[in-house]
C-alpha cells in the first residue's frame, strides 16, 4: 500500500523535476570522484616523505599540494551545485503538493470535513508535507551520496587490499541486523507522535478561534489543563522516537570506529609484513572515513522514511476521498414546471442513529415564496443543506428544474442557489472583499451600495471610519450580531440567484429593520425558502410548510396553521436575538 502511495506521490509532484535530479546527481558523482582523488594524492605525499624525495628539489611535493588545493576548491563548486539542484526540488514539491491538495479540498463533501479537525487537516497540509520536503530534498541527497561514496570507495578500497576491506566491512552486518528491527517500532512511534500533533494542532485552533467563549466563561485553566495533557502526549510520542534514534545512531557511529580500529590492527600487521605502505594504510583510513557520514546517515535516511511513510498515510484520504458528484449541467426548465421538488425524500446523516428527515414530498413553483417552520431538531437546516448538496439526499428525491440534483454538478447547482444561514460567516477582510467574495467579475461600487441599501446596512458601513475598506476581523468579530446578518444579507442580494434559501437570517434585527428587510424581500424576483420562527417573516410567506420530527405535517397560509395547531404559537416569537444588543 505505501508503495503505492508512494509512486502516486512520485507521478503528480516529482517526475516532472526529473532534470533537477539529473544535474544534481551528476554533479554529486562528480564531487565524489574528486574526493576520492585526495586520498591518492595524500598517499603520494606520504610514501615520498618515506623515502626521503622531499630532499631532491624537483617541485614534485609542490606540485601534489596545489593539485590537493585546486581539487578542495573545485569540490567546493560542485558540492554546492549539487545540493542547489537537489534540494530545489524538494521546496518546489512541497508548494506544487499544497496548492494541489489545498485545491482539492476545495471540492471534498462535508461527510470528509466531518471526519477530521480543523487543526488536524493543517497539520497534515503543514507537517506532514514538510516530512515529503525532507524525504525528496535532504533524503534523497543522502540515498544518492550514500551510493555513491560505497561503489566509488569500495573500488579503491579493494584495489588497496580485498581482505582488508572485507574485514573493515564486516561490523556492517551487524548494524543491517539491528535495522530490521528497529525500523518498524520507529515507524509505529513516529506515526503516533505524528497524530498526537494533529491533535494538538486541532485544539490550539480550536482554543484561539473561540478565544471570546473560553475568556467570557472563565474556563481558561480548564483549556490549559486540555492543551498541557495533548502536549504530554505529543511529547511522551517523541521521546519514544528520540529514544530509538539515540540508541541507533551512537551504534552506527561506534561500528564505524569498530572498523578503523580493525583497520588499523590488520593495516599495521600488513605493514610490518611489507605487503603495504604507509601511504596505503593512510589512503584506507581517510577510504573509510569517508565511508563513516553516508553509514552514519543510514540511521537519518530510516527516520526521515519512517516520517514521509506515515505522513503519505495521514494524506491518503486527501488524495483518495471521491470529489462531489458528477458533472452534469443544468437544461433549464420551462416555468410551469417546479423549481424544486422532493418525492420521498429519506435522509439520515452517515454517522446519525435516526433519520432526520421521513417520507417529504412537496414542490416549490417558480416566484413562490415558500416558509418553513417548526419545532428545533425538525430538520428544518437539514432540508437545506440537502438543496445545497453539502450532503447528497438519496437519488431521485430531490429535484431542481426537473433534474435530479445528484446528477448535477454541485458547483453549478450551487451558482444558480443563494444560501443565507442563521450563523453567519464573514471573513477577516474588508466589508467591499466579504460582499463580494466569490463573483466574478467582481461588483461595482454601484452594485455593491445598491445591495448595501437594500440589507438597510449601508448606513453603517458608512459610519465606519475607513467606511467599505473597514477590516471586520476574525469570523466579523467587530460587527454586532445584526450587521453580520445584514452584510450576509446584501452578499446574498449581489449573487441575484434563481432560488434563496433563508435560514432564520432576520433573528438578530431589530423590529423596524425587519419590517424595512421584509418590504425588500416582498419586492425581489425569484424563488425563496425561508426558514424563520418569526410571524411578520411567516405571514409574508405564499404557503408555510409545517415539519416535526422530520416529517411534513401541515402546509396552508401561515394563520390557517396558526388556528389548526395552536401548539405552534410556542415555537414563533418577534423579538431580536440578544446578539444585536
Same mark, same amino acid.
Given at each position: =500500500?505505501?508503495?503505492?502511495?508512494?509512486?502516486?506521490?512520485?507521478?503528480?509532484?516529482?517526475?516532472?523535476?526529473?532534470?533537477?535530479?539529473?544535474?544534481?546527481?551528476?554533479?554529486?558523482?562528480?564531487?565524489?570522484?574528486?574526493?576520492?582523488?585526495?586520498?591518492?594524492?595524500? !598517499?603520494?605525499?606520504?610514501?615520498?616523505?618515506?623515502?626521503?624525495?622531499?630532499?631532491?628539489?624537483?617541485?614534485?611535493?609542490? @606540485?601534489?599540494?596545489?593539485?590537493?588545493?585546486?581539487?578542495?576548491?573545485?569540490?567546493?563548486?560542485?558540492?554546492?551545485?549539487?545540493?542547489?539542484?537537489?534540494?530545489?526540488?524538494?521546496?518546489?514539491?512541497?508548494?506544487?503538493? !499544497?496548492?494541489?491538495?489545498?485545491?482539492? %479540498?476545495?471540492?471534498?463533501?462535508?461527510?470528509?470535513?466531518?471526519?477530521?479537525?480543523?487543526?488536524?487537516?493543517?497539520?497534515?497540509?503543514?507537517?506532514?508535507?514538510?516530512?515529503?520536503?525532507?524525504?525528496?530534498?535532504?533524503?534523497?541527497?543522502?540515498?544518492?551520496?550514500?551510493?555513491?561514496?560505497?561503489?566509488?570507495?569500495?573500488? $579503491?578500497?579493494?584495489?588497496?587490499?580485498?581482505?582488508?576491506?572485507?574485514?573493515?566491512?564486516?561490523?556492517?552486518?551487524?548494524?543491517?541486523?539491528?535495522? &530490521?528491527?528497529? =525500523?518498524?517500532?520507529?515507524?509505529?512511534?513516529?506515526?503516533?507522535?505524528?497524530?498526537?500533533?494533529? %491533535?494538538?494542532?486541532?485544539?490550539?485552533?480550536?482554543?484561539?478561534?473561540?478565544?471570546?467563549?473560553?475568556?467570557?466563561?472563565?474556563?481558561?485553566?480548564?483549556?490549559? !489543563?486540555?492543551?498541557?495533557?495533548?502536549?504530554?502526549?505529543?511529547?511522551? %510520542?517523541?521521546?519514544?522516537?528520540?529514544?530509538?534514534?539515540?540508541?541507533?545512531?551512537?551504534?552506527?557511529?561506534?561500528?564505524?570506529?569498530?572498523?578503523?580500529?580493525?583497520?588499523?590492527?590488520?593495516?599495521?600487521?600488513?605493514?610490518?609484513?611489507?605487503?603495504?605502505?604507509?601511504?596505503?594504510?593512510?589512503?584506507?583510513?581517510?577510504?573509510?572515513?569517508?565511508?563513516?557520514?553516508?553509514?552514519?546517515?543510514?540511521?537519518?535516511?530510516?527516520?526521515?522514511?519512517? @516520517?514521509?511513510?506515515? +505522513?503519505?498515510?495521514?494524506?491518503?484520504?486527501?488524495?483518495?476521498?471521491?470529489?462531489?458528484?458528477?458533472?452534469?449541467?443544468?437544461?433549464?426548465?420551462?416555468?410551469? /414546471?417546479?423549481?424544486?421538488?422532493?418525492?420521498?425524500?429519506?435522509?439520515?446523516?452517515?454517522?446519525?442513529?435516526?433519520?432526520?428527515?421521513?417520507?417529504?414530498?412537496?414542490?416549490?413553483?417558480?416566484?413562490? =415564496?415558500?416558509?418553513?417552520?417548526?419545532?428545533?431538531?425538525?430538520?428544518?437546516?437539514?432540508?437545506?443543506?440537502?438543496?445545497?448538496?453539502?450532503?447528497?439526499?438519496?437519488?431521485?428525491?430531490?429535484?431542481?428544474?426537473?433534474?435530479?440534483?445528484?446528477?448535477?454538478?454541485?458547483?453549478?447547482?450551487?451558482?444558480?442557489?443563494?444560501?443565507?444561514?442563521?450563523?453567519?460567516?464573514?471573513?477577516? +477582510?474588508?466589508?467591499?472583499?466579504?460582499?463580494?467574495?466569490?463573483?466574478?467579475?467582481?461588483?461595482?461600487?454601484?452594485?455593491?451600495?445598491?445591495?448595501?441599501?437594500?440589507?438597510?446596512?449601508?448606513?453603517?458601513?458608512?459610519?465606519?471610519?475607513?467606511?467599505? +475598506?473597514?477590516?471586520?476581523?476574525?469570523?466579523?468579530?467587530?460587527?454586532?450580531?445584526?450587521? $453580520?446578518?445584514?452584510?450576509?444579507?446584501?452578499?446574498?442580494?449581489?449573487?441575484?440567484?434563481?432560488?434563496?434559501?433563508?435560514?432564520?437570517?432576520?433573528?438578530?434585527?431589530?423590529?423596524?429593520?425587519?419590517? $424595512?428587510?421584509?418590504?425588500?424581500?416582498?419586492?425581489?424576483?425569484?424563488?425563496?425558502?425561508?426558514?424563520?420562527?418569526?410571524?411578520?417573516?411567516?405571514?409574508?410567506? /405564499?404557503?408555510?410548510?409545517?415539519?416535526?420530527?422530520?416529517?411534513?405535517?401541515?402546509?396552508?397560509?401561515?394563520?390557517?396553521?396558526?388556528? &389548526?395547531?395552536?401548539?405552534?404559537?410556542?415555537?414563533?416569537?418577534?423579538?431580536?436575538?440578544?446578539? %444585536?444588543?
Amino acid at each position: =500500500m505505501i508503495s503505492l502511495r508512494i509512486r502516486r506521490f512520485t507521478r503528480l509532484f516529482v517526475v516532472e523535476l526529473w532534470p533537477w535530479y539529473v544535474g544534481g546527481t551528476l554533479f554529486l558523482a562528480v564531487t565524489n570522484i574528486i574526493t576520492l582523488e585526495i586520498p591518492q594524492l595524500a !598517499k603520494e605525499i606520504v610514501n615520498a616523505l618515506q623515502h626521503n624525495q622531499a630532499l631532491t628539489g624537483d617541485g614534485h611535493l609542490s @606540485r601534489l599540494a596545489l593539485a590537493i588545493i585546486a581539487l578542495g576548491l573545485t569540490q567546493i563548486l560542485v558540492r554546492s551545485m549539487s545540493r542547489i539542484l537537489i534540494f530545489w526540488p524538494g521546496r518546489k514539491i512541497e508548494a506544487s503538493s !499544497k496548492s494541489y491538495l489545498f485545491k482539492r %479540498t476545495m471540492h471534498l463533501p462535508q461527510i470528509f470535513y466531518d471526519r477530521f479537525g480543523m487543526g488536524d487537516l493543517i497539520s497534515r497540509l503543514s507537517n506532514d508535507l514538510g516530512q515529503l520536503r525532507i524525504f525528496f530534498a535532504f533524503a534523497v541527497l543522502q540515498i544518492l551520496n550514500l551510493g555513491f561514496i560505497g561503489v566509488f570507495t569500495l573500488y $579503491k578500497m579493494l584495489s588497496v587490499h580485498t581482505q582488508l576491506t572485507l574485514l573493515s566491512l564486516s561490523p556492517i552486518l551487524f548494524m543491517l541486523v539491528a535495522a &530490521r528491527y528497529v =525500523m518498524p517500532q520507529l515507524g509505529r512511534f513516529t506515526k503516533k507522535n505524528q497524530e498526537a500533533i494533529g %491533535t494538538l494542532t486541532n485544539r490550539v485552533t480550536e482554543s484561539f478561534s473561540n478565544i471570546h467563549v473560553i475568556q467570557s466563561n472563565a474556563a481558561e485553566k480548564s483549556f490549559h !489543563k486540555l492543551i498541557d495533557i495533548e502536549s504530554q502526549k505529543v511529547f511522551e %510520542t517523541d521521546m519514544k522516537v528520540l529514544v530509538l534514534r539515540t540508541l541507533f545512531f551512537p551504534l552506527i557511529t561506534s561500528l564505524t570506529g569498530l572498523a578503523q580500529l580493525i583497520v588499523l590492527f590488520m593495516g599495521g600487521t600488513l605493514v610490518v609484513r611489507g605487503e603495504l605502505s604507509v601511504g596505503d594504510i593512510l589512503a584506507f583510513n581517510i577510504y573509510l572515513s569517508y565511508l563513516a557520514f553516508p553509514l552514519t546517515s543510514i540511521g537519518i535516511i530510516i527516520a526521515i522514511y519512517q @516520517r514521509s511513510k506515515s +505522513a503519505l498515510e495521514r494524506l491518503d484520504p486527501m488524495f483518495t476521498e471521491p470529489l462531489e458528484g458528477p458533472l452534469s449541467a443544468l437544461n433549464g426548465t420551462s416555468h410551469s /414546471d417546479p423549481i424544486l421538488e422532493f418525492r420521498q425524500l429519506h435522509f439520515q446523516y452517515p454517522d446519525g442513529q435516526a433519520p432526520v428527515l421521513k417520507d417529504l414530498s412537496f414542490s416549490v413553483r417558480p416566484g413562490e =415564496m415558500l416558509g418553513i417552520c417548526g419545532p428545533v431538531g425538525s430538520g428544518k437546516s437539514s432540508l437545506f443543506s440537502l438543496i445545497t448538496r453539502i450532503y447528497d439526499p438519496p437519488e431521485a428525491t430531490v429535484f431542481f428544474e426537473g433534474q435530479d440534483i445528484t446528477q448535477l454538478n454541485p458547483a453549478h447547482l450551487r451558482m444558480q442557489i443563494g444560501y443565507g444561514l442563521q450563523r453567519v460567516h464573514l471573513f477577516s +477582510a474588508s466589508i467591499r472583499e466579504n460582499l463580494g467574495f466569490g463573483l466574478d467579475p467582481k461588483p461595482t461600487q454601484e452594485e455593491l451600495e445598491r445591495a448595501a441599501q437594500a440589507a438597510q446596512v449601508d448606513r453603517e458601513i458608512l459610519g465606519f471610519s475607513e467606511g467599505w +475598506a473597514t477590516q471586520i476581523g476574525e469570523k466579523g468579530i467587530r460587527l454586532s450580531g445584526g450587521q $453580520k446578518q445584514r452584510l450576509a444579507l446584501a452578499r446574498l442580494f449581489l449573487r441575484r440567484s434563481k432560488l434563496l434559501l433563508l435560514d432564520d437570517v432576520l433573528s438578530a434585527v431589530d423590529n423596524i429593520t425587519e419590517a $424595512k428587510l421584509i418590504e425588500e424581500l416582498r419586492q425581489r424576483q425569484g424563488t425563496m425558502l425561508i426558514c424563520s420562527h418569526r410571524s411578520s417573516v411567516l405571514n409574508l410567506c /405564499d404557503r408555510v410548510l409545517l415539519l416535526n420530527e422530520g416529517q411534513l405535517i401541515d402546509e396552508g397560509k401561515f394563520q390557517e396553521l396558526i388556528r &389548526r395547531h395552536p401548539e405552534l404559537q410556542e415555537e414563533i416569537h418577534d423579538e431580536p436575538s440578544p446578539e %444585536t444588543v
